[in-house]
T-cell receptor
Framework: QKEVEQNSGPLSVPEGAIASLNCTYS??????FFWYRQYSGKSPELIMS????GDKEDGRFTAQLNKASQYVSLLIRDSQPSDSATYLC????????????FGAGTRLFVKA | NAGVTQTPKFQVLKTGQSMTLQCAQD?????MYWYRQDPGMGLRLIYY???????DKGEVPNGYNVSRLNKREFSLRLESAAPSQTSVYFC???????????????FGPGTRLTVL
């Protein structure tokens, strides 16, 4: 079983719609959760981090965490073509604290 | 601030050749990391350095060595390159890793390595 799982996509949404990206993880000791955006040929860029259950909003982005279900999600409101990228879910276990596990990513296409 | 910088951006090696990938950060971060990214497999941790003077193995350390030269610089060396090491290599840094930290990481632009 993969430690961090994401649907590889591609996920295609029309411009202006809400894009919903999902991620599950296997380590119940995980404490920190991140979403990175990666444009083709570029490096990952941190866009959201969340540490406690519930929702965290930053502009058009909302991260949701449910530790009981071992589930983290990212909502992108009013999606724009510039949001088209691969979104990587990352989970940091508290055990040792240095081991961040990345999912393989979900490719998002926003159609104009 | 340049953030995290990496050199070279591209490299082609023949099997058995050696090379060193360089990484530097100017954010005064304590922790630094080397990852490789292969299609469909996400980022995998090769080595990390919790702080200046320390290094530890990650998930896929075989065939690599690292040096934390000082707080700013963390290099990755391939002693005898193999085709299986063809990948994109990313260096990252965080203010502080370890238990209880948030460990938000910031990435360099990457090195695209091909081993023939």
């Amino acid at each position: 079983q993969k430690e961090v799982e994401q649907n590889s996509g591609p996920l295609s949404v029309p411009e202006g719609a809400i894009a919903s990206l999902n991620c599950t993880y296997s380590d119940r000791g995980s404490q920190s959760f991140f979403w990175y955006r990666q444009y083709s040929g570029k490096s990952p860029e941190l866009i959201m981090s969340i540490y406690s259950n519930g929702d965290k909003e930053d502009g058009r982005f909302t991260a949701q965490l449910n530790k009981a279900s071992q589930y983290v999600s990212l909502l992108i409101r009013d999606s724009q073509p510039s949001d088209s990228a691969t979104y990587l879910c990352a989970v940091n276990s508290d055990t040792g604290g240095f081991k961040t596990i990345f999912g393989a990513g979900t490719r998002l296409f926003v159609k104009a | 601030n340049a953030g995290v910088t990496q050199t070279p951006k591209f490299q082609v090696l023949k099997t058995g050749q050696s090379m060193t990938l360089q990484c530097a950060q100017d954010m005064n971060h304590n922790s630094m990391y080397w990852y490789r990214q292969d299609p469909g497999m996400g980022l995998r941790l090769i080595y990390y350095s919790a702080s200046e003077g320390t290094t530890d193995k990650g998930e896929v350390p075989n065939g690599y060595n690292v040096s934390r030269l000082n707080k700013r610089e963390f290099s990755l060396r391939l002693e005898s390159a193999a085709p299986s090491q063809t990948s994109v290599y990313f260096c990252a840094s965080s203010e502080r890793g370890g238990r209880g930290s948030y460990n938000e990481q910031f990435f360099g632009p990457g090195t695209r390595l091909t081993v023939l």
